[in-house]
Structure formats: structure tokens, C-alpha cells
């Protein structure tokens, strides 16, 4: 039996947010309500600014559009991407509590085989509490599960784990396919519940999927920047990724987890492959060579915090990545802006920031 | 529904050998006959070579018993584990086939989460004819599974992956727990069907169990070494996780792909927790250095083949895990032995190795 996320510790009550790109089918608030509705929501409009969003009664949230984010940000809004879901970082970066759960809006409620309902909260939420284990594999996978443990032959010296900074959940129905592969097999459904939630091991990069994911903002918040996509930009679709290389890179300097697997949602609605193509195809060439240079970044010793990392990561960007495309010399300042607008707007009481910037709040319960 | 086994590629008939540490209970063989039989059975007896060991009629098998061991091998059977299931490898060098599964007698035939017995074999040949991911991860795990491809993110130029050198298949029911885990946790059992396969990535060592195991011999054979257990020796049941070690830096060095998950067999057996630890506690403690020393090897270039890369790990092995206990000069040399002893047995056409063994061939078929 599913379980109402009112059965969680009531402490992550005040330590979650939930933050969304934009809501286009408010059927989607109401079918996740009894999941989400406890928890306060960050509601970031990624399109047109005079559009209004109504969020039904009952739900206790935040919402910027465009002229908030300028507004907040002043000149460092150029950061932060418009007209792409890329934008929902900005909601990362106002959020006061110490998780965030990000969802799309064409994501539903999953079932899993037994027919009930998935608590995708509840489950990124055991992810996260648990530690990861990502210097050695265990071949039963999360070993802090139910039923589970540590395997022979795993040393015992590194079962203590290590925080977990980021959990990342699947979709079933439609997967998250690009393009290409989307054009070539348009009916492909992920049927396949793999009961499962695995670290990822250390010195792997992974394609991280920004439709169901959670993270301590914590421990990897400044690291969750979703870079430049959308309006003006060269590319889209490569936000989520280009927050997942970084951030592994970054927890695995720091000695971070890194979880995938568990929980799924119901992915409905396939997006365009062709509008998807013209999205992506520079990133299709570029991952080619932007992979390799994630797999080869070294942070300094010194980098002791996830922004001096970020910061270090960033000159390591322009470096070694301009050559690829003048795009990475832009990204590489924009993730600098990226930290400073972080810095000023976490640094002060959260009172500074809702000075700064006046965000509608809207509390209806 | 299972699929029987002699529904596979018949030229897996001829490939594919099933190495058998002694059987104790013969119903095991009754009960695996509908996916075993079809196939050709090595089986090295592991305790007291007067013992006889009866096959049930339908089965076309060798077996050697340590006389057989030491009249084949010579002197250099000594690198051949007494009294002990790593007495195992010994099948694995005299084998002629492409591919080898090798399963313990307590490890019967399990079922799926819809009742119907999974055909393990047939699963390991699945895994083994299809590539392996090892350089970056696949959220949705095993790409060339049906149902399944490559996700977003995922660089293109690695898709045709690399050549898949083990399956690592795992258990239902008692699981694969050290000593202390089952002197701590008797009653649990491992129910959770997880549903998948995976490659485990570049630089990550795992606990490899001999239980429920199939690799490419023409690609990792002269790597799946079991060590020096059992009989005269300090330490037991670390055979596999030895074998594991070395095969996964070879497979990292070499490019070649491992492969753990699915599928499952059932694990009857909880062996006796106190004469495990009896076994065990010297390897948990060594471990805590064996393991970083694996993590950290390197392999030089010059080395191509398994038999240079084994034989430079023995150096290594010598080298640096002799101030952890002397054992470990004594299992370098026997590294050095192995690879000897395989190479004299499988330089020659098959008939010399025949000729110099003279093994007990049941041609009951």
C-alpha cells in the first residue's frame, strides 16, 4: 500500500521544497496532492511571464516568472536560462530548506506491480536519509535496505557509507530517450520496474535526469545549476546534464553519494522528437567531447566546498572546453554568476532575500 | 514461461562447459537437468579422492578427484586449492570451450515473481553475447536489453560497447553474507527479484561470488584463478573475491565488460557461520589492504594479453602484499604456477592435453 507523505517525519516538512518548472496541467497538482501537498512548492514559469498559473486551493507555494527572477537577480539574472525548463534552478537557489525534490509536470503517479500507487517522495526521501557506498560496489545493490546488507568480501571499513547528496529516480512509460533514439523507436515503453536504488560508483558519470530528482541542497545545492539552455542559447535538453557532471564530479571530490534507481513516476507524454533534435544536436556532438573532460577534471585539495569546486570547475570549463564552442567561454561565466547570485541570496537571513526580492507567496493553507 | 535450455543457439552446445565444484547431493543435477544436460559437465572434486561421486545417467561429464590433479599438473598442481571449491579453476584450465558456468551444488533452480523457474544459463549466454558499458553508466542498466536502450546524455561513440567477458549472476533466498553478517543476521533472506542487469563500471571492484558465475574463457580465463584455499592454508572462502579482484583489473585494463544481476539462482544452504569466520577472519582483516592495493593497481601497456597482465599482477601481488602477511608471496608464486600449468595445458591441441591427464571421460550420452 502506498503511503500519504503525511506518514513521513514530520521534521522534513520544514526541511523540503518542491520545486517545478512551470505547471501546464494543474490535473497533475491534484493527483500528486496527497503526496506533495504537505510540503511547500517553488513554482518556476519557464515561458511567457503574463501567463497566469493557478494553483488549486490547498497547496502552500512560491511562483517567479521572468520579471521576479530580474527583479531578484538584477544583472545576474542573465544565469539563469528563459523560455526552458533549465530555469528551475532559480527555484534551487531561493529555496531556504535543506532538500529539494524537482518533478515536471508531465510526470504522474507510477504504480508499481503490485498496482499501488509510488510515494516518489517518500522514497527520495529514504534515498537521501541513507548513506551511499560509492567506493566499492555491492552486488545486493543499496545495502541499507530492508532485507539487504553488505555482501562477503565487502570491507568493513567502508560500511559506515558515505552522506548522501543527490537521489535520482527512473520513469516508466516513456523513457528518457533522446532524439535520435526517440525518432528511431517512437513506441518504446519502459515496462520494467527494477525494484532497486544503487550508488553510483566513484569516478562514473551518469546521465542525470532532471524530471524526478532530489538532493541535499546542503551538501550539493550550488552545484545544481542547470546552465544556459532555451531562449538565446545554442542548445536545450542538456541542462539536467550538464548538472549531473558537474555534480558527480563534485561529490566525488568531496566524498559525496550519488543514488539512482528507485522511485519511478509515470512518464506521460513524449516531447517532439523533432523540436527535441533541433534541441540537441550540438550537445550530441559536443557530449563527445564533453564527457571526456569530465571523466579527466581534478579539483584541488584546497576546493573544500561545493562552490570553490564550482568555481575551480568553471575555469576548468573555459579552459579546456572553449575550443569545442565560444558557447563554453559563456557558460563558463555564467556558472560564476551562478555562484555569486547563490552566495548573495543564501548568505543573508532568508528575510535579505525576500528583501531583495519580494517573491509572491501565495499561502492558501 | 522458462525456456529450456536446448532452445539456445545450438553452437552454444559445443561453446559452453558447466565446471562443478564435487556435488554432494545429487538431486542437484536431477533438478538443473531440463538446462544443464545438454551441456558438457567438468567436475573437480574438491574433499577425499577415494569418495566416489555418482552422475545420473543422461549427463556427459569429466571428473577429476586430486589424484587426477596431481598426476595431470605435476608439480605444479600445487597451485591448485585442497579440500576446498577453489579447487574449481582446475576445471577452469581444463576446459576446452569458449565458455564456462560454473555453479555450486547448493544452488538450485529459482523461480520469478510470476512463478515460472528461471533458466540461469540461458540468462548468462544473454549477458555474455551482448556487450558490456563499462565507461559511462546507463540509468536504465543494460542497454541492449529488450525493452531497454541508452538514455539521453549518453555519448553515442560508446555505444557499441565492449566485449562482455563475465556475468556475474546472483541469489535468491540466503545471500552471500560474510560470518559476522550471518552470525548477526541468521534468519534473513534475500526475496527481492530485482529485475536487471548491469555493467559494473570502469575502476570499480566488486565482490565477485563463484556460486552462480559464466565467463568468456578465450577472453578472462587465465585471470579466473581461485587462489590457494582451503587445505594447508591460512585462509578460505576468499577464493572468489580473489579471482574477482584480479579479473576486474585485468577486464578494466584489457577493455572488457562484467556484467552482474540477473539471473538468480536459489541458494539453499546457509554454510555454518562459525566455521566461516574460522575461514574468513583473517581475509576480513586483509582485505582492508588488498582492496586498496586492487584499487590502485596499474597495469603497464605492454601488457596485452591476460597471461601479462596476470603475470605482472602477480609481481605487484608480491611486491606490495607481503608486509600484509607472507601468505601472499606464496600466492604470488602459485599466480605464477597457474598461468605456467594453463599455458602447458592449453598451448597443445586438446589431445595432448588429454595425453598427459588421461581424465576420466563418462560418455553417458
Same mark, same amino acid.
Given at each position: 500500500?502506498?503511503?500519504?507523505?503525511?506518514?513521513?517525519?514530520?521534521?522534513?516538512?520544514?526541511?523540503?521544497?518542491?520545486?517545478? &518548472?512551470?505547471?501546464?496541467?494543474?490535473?497533475?497538482?491534484?493527483?500528486?496532492? &496527497?503526496?506533495?501537498?504537505?510540503?511547500?512548492?517553488?513554482?518556476?514559469?519557464?515561458?511567457?511571464?503574463?501567463?497566469?498559473?493557478? /494553483?488549486?486551493?490547498?497547496?502552500?507555494?512560491?511562483?517567479?516568472?521572468?520579471?521576479?527572477?530580474?527583479?531578484?537577480?538584477?544583472?545576474?539574472?542573465?544565469?539563469?536560462?528563459?523560455?526552458?525548463?533549465?530555469?528551475?534552478?532559480?527555484?534551487?537557489?531561493?529555496?531556504?530548506?535543506?532538500?529539494?525534490?524537482?518533478?515536471?509536470?508531465?510526470?504522474?503517479?507510477?504504480?508499481?506491480?503490485?498496482?499501488?500507487?509510488?510515494?516518489?517522495?517518500?522514497?527520495?526521501?529514504?534515498?537521501?536519509?541513507?548513506?551511499?557506498?560509492?567506493?566499492?560496489?555491492?552486488?545486493?545493490?543499496?545495502?541499507?535496505?530492508?532485507?539487504?546488507?553488505? /555482501?562477503?568480501?565487502?570491507?568493513?571499513?567502508?560500511?559506515?557509507?558515505?552522506?548522501?547528496?543527490?537521489?535520482?529516480?527512473?520513469?516508466?512509460? /516513456?523513457?528518457?530517450?533522446?532524439? &535520435?533514439?526517440?525518432? /528511431?523507436?517512437?513506441?518504446?515503453?519502459?515496462?520494467?520496474?527494477?525494484?532497486?536504488?544503487?550508488?553510483?560508483?566513484?569516478?562514473?558519470?551518469?546521465?542525470?535526469?532532471?524530471?524526478?530528482?532530489?538532493? %541535499?541542497?546542503?551538501?550539493?545545492?550550488?552545484?545544481?545549476?542547470?546552465?544556459?539552455?532555451?531562449?538565446?542559447?545554442?542548445?536545450?535538453?542538456? %541542462?539536467?546534464?550538464?548538472?549531473?557532471?558537474?555534480?558527480?564530479?563534485?561529490?566525488?571530490?568531496?566524498?559525496?553519494?550519488?543514488?539512482?534507481?528507485?522511485?519511478?513516476?509515470?512518464?506521460?507524454?513524449?516531447?517532439?522528437?523533432?523540436?527535441?533534435?533541433?534541441?540537441?544536436?550540438?550537445?550530441?556532438?559536443?557530449?563527445?567531447?564533453?564527457?571526456?573532460?569530465?571523466?579527466?577534471?581534478?579539483?584541488?585539495?584546497?576546493?573544500?566546498?561545493?562552490?570553490?569546486?564550482?568555481?575551480?570547475?568553471?575555469?576548468?570549463?573555459?579552459?579546456?572546453?572553449?575550443?569545442?564552442?565560444?558557447?563554453?567561454?559563456?557558460?563558463?561565466?555564467?556558472?560564476?554568476?551562478?555562484?555569486?547570485?547563490?552566495?548573495?541570496?543564501?548568505?543573508?537571513?532568508?528575510?535579505?532575500?525576500?528583501?531583495?526580492?519580494?517573491?509572491?507567496?501565495?499561502?492558501?493553507?
Amino acid at each position: 500500500m502506498a503511503v500519504p507523505a503525511t506518514s513521513l517525519p514530520p521534521l522534513l516538512k520544514d526541511e523540503l521544497d518542491i520545486v517545478i &518548472p512551470t505547471i501546464r496541467n494543474l490535473d497533475f497538482l491534484e493527483q500528486w496532492r &496527497p503526496y506533495l501537498s504537505p510540503y511547500h512548492l517553488i513554482i518556476v514559469q519557464d515561458g511567457d511571464p503574463t501567463k497566469v498559473i493557478k /494553483v488549486p486551493e490547498g497547496y502552500d507555494y512560491e511562483l517567479y516568472n521572468r520579471n521576479d527572477i530580474n527583479r531578484i537577480l538584477g544583472p545576474k539574472a542573465s544565469c539563469i536560462s528563459f523560455k526552458d525548463s533549465a530555469c528551475r534552478c532559480f527555484g534551487f537557489m531561493m529555496s531556504k530548506k535543506k532538500y529539494v525534490f524537482t518533478i515536471d509536470d508531465d510526470c504522474w503517479v507510477a504504480k508499481d506491480p503490485q498496482g499501488n500507487e509510488i510515494n516518489a517522495l517518500e522514497q527520495h526521501i529514504t534515498n537521501i536519509l541513507s548513506p551511499s557506498t560509492p567506493f566499492f560496489f555491492n552486488t545486493l545493490y543499496d545495502p541499507y535496505r530492508k532485507g539487504a546488507d553488505f /555482501v562477503r568480501g565487502y570491507p568493513f571499513s567502508l560500511r559506515e557509507g558515505v552522506p548522501t547528496a543527490i537521489s535520482h529516480g527512473l520513469w516508466l512509460n /516513456v523513457p528518457d530517450y533522446d532524439a &535520435p533514439t526517440q525518432l /528511431v523507436k517512437p513506441a518504446e515503453r519502459n515496462t520494467r520496474f527494477v525494484d532497486m536504488v544503487m550508488t553510483i560508483p566513484k569516478g562514473t558519470l551518469f546521465p542525470m535526469c532532471g524530471m524526478n530528482l532530489a538532493f %541535499d541542497r546542503s551538501l550539493i545545492g550550488p552545484a545544481m545549476y542547470f546552465g544556459l539552455m532555451g531562449d538565446g542559447q545554442p542548445i536545450g535538453r542538456y %541542462d539536467d546534464m550538464w548538472a549531473g557532471w558537474c555534480c558527480k564530479v563534485i561529490c566525488d571530490h568531496l566524498g559525496l553519494g550519488v543514488k539512482t534507481g528507485l522511485p519511478y513516476i509515470h512518464h506521460s507524454k513524449a516531447s517532439n522528437p523533432f523540436v527535441n533534435l533541433k534541441k540537441e544536436y550540438k550537445g550530441i556532438f559536443w557530449q563527445e567531447e564533453i564527457i571526456p573532460f569530465f571523466q579527466q577534471v581534478q579539483l584541488p585539495k584546497e576546493a573544500v566546498t561545493v562552490e570553490q569546486c564550482y568555481i575551480e570547475l568553471s575555469k576548468q570549463v573555459k579552459e579546456k572546453l572553449t575550443g569545442v564552442d565560444p558557447y563554453f567561454t559563456k557558460l563558463a561565466d555564467a556558472m560564476v554568476t551562478w555562484i555569486d547570485a547563490w552566495t548573495e541570496i543564501n548568505s543573508g537571513s532568508s528575510k535579505t532575500a525576500v528583501a531583495n526580492g519580494t517573491p509572491k507567496v501565495s499561502k492558501s493553507k
